[in-house]
C-alpha cells in the first residue's frame, strides 16, 4: 500500500528566495494530518508542489504512489482539494458549482446533497459571487468533498467560517476520515489541528521543524505541566521554596494570587510536599497541559 503523501528532499526557490527546504515527509494512508505554520512558513508552496501548479526546484512528490510532477493526471485523480482563495465562477450558482465540479471528476450525483452536508442548502440557487466569505468557503468544500476522493488536501479550512462553521468543518473531516479518506490539512489556527489531527508537522520558514502525534509533541518538549495551586497562605519564602525544587521550572503568583508552577510532570507530589512540610494548606489544584499553542512557540524558537 503506497504512502497517501510522500515527499522526497523536496526545495522551492522562487528566485534567491527559499520558501521550502529539503522537506521529508511521509502521510500513510488513513491518517488525518496537519500541517501548522506561521503565514509564509511554506504551507502554500508544499500544496502547489502537490497540486503541480508549481514545480519543485529539487526533489519528488508522490500522491497515493503517482508522482505528482510527471503523472499530475492520475495524482489529482486522488484528490479533493480546498485551494486557498478560490475565486468563483461569475454567474454561477451553487448548485451550477457543484454541477461543475461533478461533471470535471466524471461522477454522478445530486449537488444538493453535498450542499446540504456544508449547510447552505438555502443559496444553492442564488450566484455564487454574491456568497459571503463563509458561504464560499463551504460551497468550495463542498466541491472538494464530490466523488468521495481518496485524499482531502485542505488549505486553511477554517478561514472564513463562524466558531459552528469551523465545528461543522473539523466534523465533515473526521467523518470524511471514518468512511477512508487521508486528511491533510494546513492551518494557523492550532485549536483546529489539535481536535482532529493524529499528526502534526510544523513548517517554520520552509523546514519542517517537526513531525509527530500531538501527545509525541509534548513529550519532546519535555513534558512540562503547568500547575495552578489555591492555598490558604502564601509567602515569598513559599514561592522561593517551590522555585528551588529540583524538576521546577518556575514559580510565581497569578493576578489570582494562585501560586503559579512550571515543572516536569513527574513533580507534582513534590510540589504539594514542599507546601505541606511549610504549613501551607493547598485548597486547590489544577493542571495544564501544554497547548499546541505552546508546542508550537518551542519548536519554532528551537529551530531559529
Ligand atoms: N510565486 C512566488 N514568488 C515568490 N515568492 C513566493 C511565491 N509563492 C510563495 N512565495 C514566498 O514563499 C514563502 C512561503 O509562502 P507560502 O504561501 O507557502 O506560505 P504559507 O505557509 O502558506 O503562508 P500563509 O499561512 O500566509 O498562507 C513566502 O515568503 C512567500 O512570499
Known amino acids: 500500500m503506497p504512502p497517501a503523501i510522500q515527499v522526497q528532499d523536496v526545495t522551492k526557490r522562487f528566485g534567491s528566495f527559499t520558501a521550502v527546504d529539503r522537506v521529508d515527509l511521509q502521510i500513510e494512508q488513513g491518517e488525518v494530518f496537519g500541517f501548522l505554520g506561521h503565514n509564509g512558513a511554506g ?31 492520475e495524482a489529482r485523480e486522488h484528490m479533493g482539494v480546498l485551494p486557498d482563495g478560490y475565486g468563483v465562477y461569475s454567474g454561477l450558482t451553487g448548485r451550477q458549482h457543484l454541477q461543475f465540479a461533478m461533471e470535471s471528476k466524471g461522477v454522478d450525483g445530486e449537488p444538493l446533497n453535498l450542499l446540504d452536508r456544508v449547510g447552505i442548502t438555502e443559496a444553492a440557487d442564488r450566484a455564487a459571487e454574491g456568497y459571503s466569505k463563509g458561504m464560499t468557503q463551504r460551497m468550495v468544500f463542498a466541491m472538494a468533498l464530490v466523488g468521495e476522493p481518496d485524499l482531502l488536501i ?6 472564513g467560517l463562524d466558531p459552528a462553521g469551523a465545528r461543522s468543518m473539523r466534523e465533515i473531516i473526521l467523518e470524511e476520515n471514518k468512511r477512508g479518506a487521508t ?13 482532529v489531527a493524529d499528526r502534526v508537522g510544523i513548517m517554520h520558514q520552509g523546514q519542517l521543524a517537526a513531525v509527530d502525534t500531538i501527545g509525541g509533541l509534548r513529550d519532546m518538549a519535555g513534558g512540562e505541566t503547568r500547575l495552578l495551586i489555591a492555598t490558604d497562605k502564601l509567602e515569598d519564602t513559599h514561592i522561593n521554596a517551590v522555585e528551588a525544587l529540583d524538576e521546577v521550572d518556575k514559580a510565581g503568583l497569578t493576578d489570582e494570587g494562585r501560586l503559579a508552577v512550571t515543572c516536569a510532570k513527574g513533580a507534582k507530589m513534590d510540589v504539594l510536599l514542599a507546601l505541606d512540610e511549610r504549613g501551607v494548606e493547598v485548597l486547590d489544584l489544577t493542571t495544564e497541559e501544554a497547548s499546541l499553542e505552546d508546542l508550537f512557540v518551542e519548536y519554532t524558537r528551537r529551530s531559529e
Open 43 to 73: 504551507k502554500s508552496t508544499m500544496i502547489n508542489m502537490l497540486l503541480d501548479h508549481i514545480r519543485p526546484t529539487a526533489g519528488d512528490l508522490e500522491v497515493f504512489g503517482a508522482d505528482c510532477q510527471t503523472d499530475s493526471v
Open 183 to 195: 486528511v491533510f490539512f494546513s492551518s494557523h489556527i492550532l485549536e483546529q489541528i489539535e481536535a
Open 154 to 159: 485542505l488549505d486553511e479550512p477554517t478561514s
